[in-house]
C-alpha cells in the first residue's frame, strides 16, 4: 500500500492538464457493449475506476485495449454469458451501468451488489424500476442482481424521475437507444457528463434529443455502429487543483478545461475572494498574500448547481475564511467523513441539523426525515484557523482529495494514508501536484 509524505506551506505555481471525466468515461465504456464494432475513446483518463469497468466489460467478451495512455479501443464482437463477480463489483458502482446495454444487446445479466465509496444512500432502486418500465424482469437474490428481456426484447416508456438521478438517467438512455418506439424521460440529470454520453451515442446513431433541460426524447433504433470520441475534461479535478492553488495561495493555470461546467464554482470562489481568470479552454486561479477571504454559505445540488463532489476541497478553504461559514450537503448524508480529520487539523467545523440554521432538512427516498431523525448535513466551519500537519485517514475519494489540499495548507509535514482512493479517480495526482512545486512524495508501506 502507498501513502503520501506532504510538507505543507508552498504556494502551488504553474501550468497543469486536467484529464478526461472519470464520470463520463466510465459510461462511453458500458455504452461500447451496444455494438459490435470498434468504439475509440480518447481523453480516457488511466486511473483505477477505469481498469476495473474495463475489466468488466472484459468479463463479458468485449475486446479492449490501450492505444496510447489515454485512447481507449472497445469491440464487443460477441458478447458472452457470465456473471459479473464480486471481486470485480466491490470497488466501484460503475457496474450498476451494464445493466442496460447487456439487456439490450445480450437479452439478460448478472451481477452482484456494487460497492464505491461510503457516502451514504446510493439506491439502485432507480435503475431497477426504469429497467423495469422497459420491459425487463429485474431482481436480487443473495446479494446479486439479475435482469432478463421479455422475447419481444425492450420497448419505449415514459420515465419520470422523483429526484433526479445521474446514473439513472444514463441506465434510461442506455436502454432506449435501441428500444423499440419512443422513450420520454422526465426529471432528467442535466449534468455535462450525461450530455457528453448523448453526444457519443447519437455519433453511433442514436435518435436523442433534450427538449429542455429536464426532459429527453429518444427514438429507439435497430443497429448502432462504432465511432470515435474526445471524453470531456473532468470538472471535478479541475475544482480540485483550482481550490488547492487558492488554499496555498498560489498561482495555477488549468489548461483543457471546459469553464461553463464549472459557473456555480467559480461564482463561489469570487464571492469567497479568489482571483481567478478564464481563458480560451483555460482557467488562471490565484490569491494574493494577504488577501482576507470573505465567509459564505454553500448548498450542493444538482447541475447547474453546486456539485456534490466541490464541497469536500472547498471546505478547506473555508477554514481560511473570515467568520462562519455554511455547507449544506442536499444530496448524500455521509460526505463528511472529512471534517473529523480537518479538526484533528485544527479546524473549527461542527456538524449539525441543517434545521437549526435555517437550511432545509435532507430528504430522502429510503424513510421520512423528521425533528427527531433528521441527519447532521450542515457543516459550520469557523475560520480563519491555522492548520498543523498530522497522520491523515482517507474515507473516499473526494474526501482524499481534500485531506491533501489541507496538508498542503498546513504547516509542517502530514502523513497520508488510504491513498488508493485518491487512485480510482485522479491521474497521476501526486505528478501533477509535484510539477506545480508541492512537496509531496509517495511511499510505500
Given at each position: 500500500?502507498?501513502?503520501?509524505?506532504?510538507?505543507?506551506?508552498?504556494?502551488?505555481?504553474?501550468?497543469?492538464?486536467?484529464?478526461?471525466?472519470?464520470?463520463?468515461?466510465?459510461?462511453?465504456?458500458?455504452?461500447?457493449?451496444?455494438?459490435?464494432?470498434?468504439?475509440?475513446?480518447?481523453?480516457?483518463?488511466?486511473?483505477?475506476?477505469?481498469?476495473?469497468?474495463?475489466?468488466?466489460?472484459?468479463?463479458?467478451?468485449?475486446?479492449?485495449?490501450?492505444?496510447?495512455?489515454?485512447k481507449l479501443s472497445l469491440r464487443s464482437?460477441?458478447?458472452?454469458?457470465?456473471?459479473?463477480?464480486?471481486?470485480?463489483?466491490?470497488?466501484?458502482?460503475?457496474?450498476?451501468?451494464?445493466?442496460?446495454?447487456l439487456l439490450a444487446r445480450y437479452g439478460?445479466?448478472?451481477?452482484?451488489?456494487?460497492?464505491?465509496?461510503?457516502?451514504?444512500?446510493?439506491?439502485?432502486?432507480?435503475?431497477?424500476?426504469?429497467?423495469?418500465?422497459?420491459?425487463?424482469?429485474?431482481?436480487?437474490?443473495?446479494?446479486?442482481?439479475?435482469?432478463?428481456?421479455?422475447?419481444?426484447?425492450?420497448?419505449?416508456?415514459?420515465?419520470?424521475?422523483?429526484?433526479?438521478?445521474?446514473?439513472?438517467?444514463?441506465?434510461?438512455?442506455?436502454?432506449?437507444?435501441?428500444?423499440?418506439?419512443?422513450?420520454?424521460?422526465?426529471?432528467?440529470?442535466?449534468?455535462?457528463?450525461?450530455?457528453?454520453?448523448?453526444?457519443?451515442?447519437?455519433?453511433?446513431?442514436?435518435?436523442?434529443?433534450?427538449?429542455?433541460?429536464?426532459?429527453?426524447?429518444?427514438?429507439?433504433?435497430?443497429?448502432?455502429?462504432?465511432?470515435?470520441?474526445?471524453?470531456?475534461?473532468?470538472?471535478?479535478?479541475?475544482?480540485?487543483?483550482?481550490?488547492?492553488?487558492?488554499?496555498?495561495?498560489?498561482?495555477?493555470?488549468?489548461?483543457?478545461?471546459?469553464?461553463?461546467?464549472?459557473?456555480?464554482?467559480?461564482?463561489?470562489?469570487?464571492?469567497?475572494?479568489?482571483?481567478?481568470?478564464?481563458?480560451?479552454?483555460?482557467?488562471?486561479?490565484?490569491?494574493?498574500?494577504?488577501?482576507?477571504?470573505?465567509?459564505?454559505?454553500?448548498?450542493?445540488?444538482?447541475?447547474?448547481?453546486?456539485?456534490?463532489?466541490?464541497?469536500?476541497?472547498?471546505?478547506?478553504?473555508?477554514?481560511?475564511?473570515?467568520?462562519?461559514?455554511?455547507?449544506?450537503?442536499?444530496?448524500?448524508?455521509?460526505?463528511?467523513?472529512?471534517?473529523?480529520?480537518?479538526?484533528?487539523?485544527?479546524?473549527?467545523?461542527?456538524?449539525?441539523?441543517?434545521?437549526?440554521?435555517?437550511?432545509?432538512?435532507?430528504?430522502?427516498?429510503?424513510?421520512?426525515?423528521?425533528?427527531?431523525?433528521?441527519?447532521?448535513?450542515?457543516?459550520?466551519?469557523?475560520?480563519?484557523?491555522?492548520?498543523?500537519?498530522?497522520?491523515?485517514?482517507?474515507?473516499?475519494?473526494?474526501?482524499?482529495?481534500?485531506?491533501?489540499?489541507?496538508?498542503?495548507?498546513?504547516?509542517?509535514?502530514?502523513?497520508?494514508?488510504?491513498?488508493?482512493?485518491?487512485?480510482?479517480?485522479?491521474?497521476?495526482?501526486?505528478?501533477?501536484?509535484?510539477?506545480?512545486?508541492?512537496?509531496?512524495?509517495?511511499?510505500?508501506?
Amino acid at each position: 500500500m502507498d501513502k503520501f509524505i506532504i510538507e505543507g506551506g508552498v504556494p502551488l505555481k504553474g501550468t497543469v492538464k486536467i484529464s478526461g471525466a472519470k464520470n463520463a468515461a466510465l459510461k462511453m465504456i458500458a455504452a461500447s457493449l451496444l455494438t459490435g464494432e470498434e468504439v475509440v475513446l480518447s481523453n480516457v483518463p488511466n486511473i483505477r475506476d477505469i481498469e476495473v469497468i474495463i475489466d468488466m466489460v472484459r468479463n463479458f467478451g468485449t475486446e479492449a485495449r490501450w492505444v496510447d495512455d489515454n485512447k481507449l479501443s472497445l469491440r464487443s464482437p460477441s458478447p458472452v454469458a457470465k456473471e459479473l463477480p464480486r471481486e470485480i463489483t466491490r470497488t466501484t458502482r460503475s457496474g450498476v451501468v451494464l445493466m442496460a446495454p447487456l439487456l439490450a444487446r445480450y437479452g439478460k445479466f448478472s451481477m452482484s451488489s456494487p460497492g464505491g465509496c461510503d457516502i451514504g444512500i446510493r439506491p439502485i432502486n432507480r435503475h431497477i424500476e426504469a429497467l423495469r418500465t422497459f420491459g425487463a424482469e429485474v431482481g436480487e437474490k443473495d446479494g446479486s442482481f439479475f435482469g432478463e428481456i421479455p422475447p419481444q426484447g425492450l420497448r419505449g416508456a415514459e420515465i419520470n424521475f422523483e429526484k433526479v438521478t445521474v446514473m439513472g438517467t444514463e441506465t434510461a438512455i442506455l436502454a432506449a437507444v435501441t428500444a423499440q418506439g419512443q422513450t420520454v424521460i422526465s426529471n432528467a440529470a442535466a449534468e455535462p457528463e450525461v450530455d457528453d454520453l448523448i453526444s457519443l451515442l447519437k455519433e453511433m446513431g442514436a435518435k436523442i434529443e433534450r427538449k429542455n433541460e429536464r426532459l429527453i426524447e429518444i427514438e429507439g433504433v435497430s443497429y448502432l455502429h462504432g465511432t470515435s470520441h474526445e471524453v470531456i475534461p473532468d470538472r471535478n479535478e479541475a475544482a480540485t487543483y483550482a481550490v488547492a492553488a487558492a488554499a496555498t495561495r498560489g498561482d495555477v493555470v488549468l489548461s483543457s478545461v471546459i469553464t461553463s461546467h464549472l459557473t456555480s464554482f467559480l461564482a463561489k470562489l469570487q464571492k469567497i475572494g479568489v482571483n481567478f481568470e478564464v481563458g480560451k479552454n483555460s482557467l488562471r486561479v490565484w490569491l494574493e498574500k494577504d488577501r482576507v477571504l470573505e465567509s459564505i454559505d454553500i448548498e450542493t445540488s444538482p447541475y447547474p448547481g453546486f456539485m456534490t463532489d466541490w464541497q469536500q476541497p472547498f471546505c478547506v478553504l473555508l477554514t481560511q475564511a473570515q467568520g462562519l461559514s455554511h455547507i449544506h450537503e442536499t444530496i448524500y448524508l455521509h460526505r463528511f467523513e472529512y471534517i473529523r480529520e480537518l479538526n484533528r487539523m485544527g479546524a473549527k467545523i461542527e456538524l449539525l441539523h441543517p434545521s437549526s440554521r435555517g437550511f432545509k432538512p435532507h430528504t430522502d427516498e429510503e424513510y421520512e426525515i423528521t425533528k427527531d431523525n433528521e441527519p447532521e448535513t450542515l457543516a459550520e466551519i469557523t475560520g480563519p484557523t491555522p492548520l498543523s500537519g498530522r497522520r491523515l485517514n482517507i474515507s473516499d475519494l473526494r474526501a482524499g482529495a481534500t485531506l491533501v489540499i489541507a496538508a498542503l495548507t498546513a504547516f509542517g509535514q502530514s502523513e497520508v494514508l488510504g491513498v488508493e482512493h485518491i487512485d480510482r479517480g485522479y491521474e497521476n495526482f501526486d505528478r501533477k501536484l509535484l510539477d506545480l512545486g508541492a512537496g509531496i512524495k509517495r511511499v510505500s508501506y
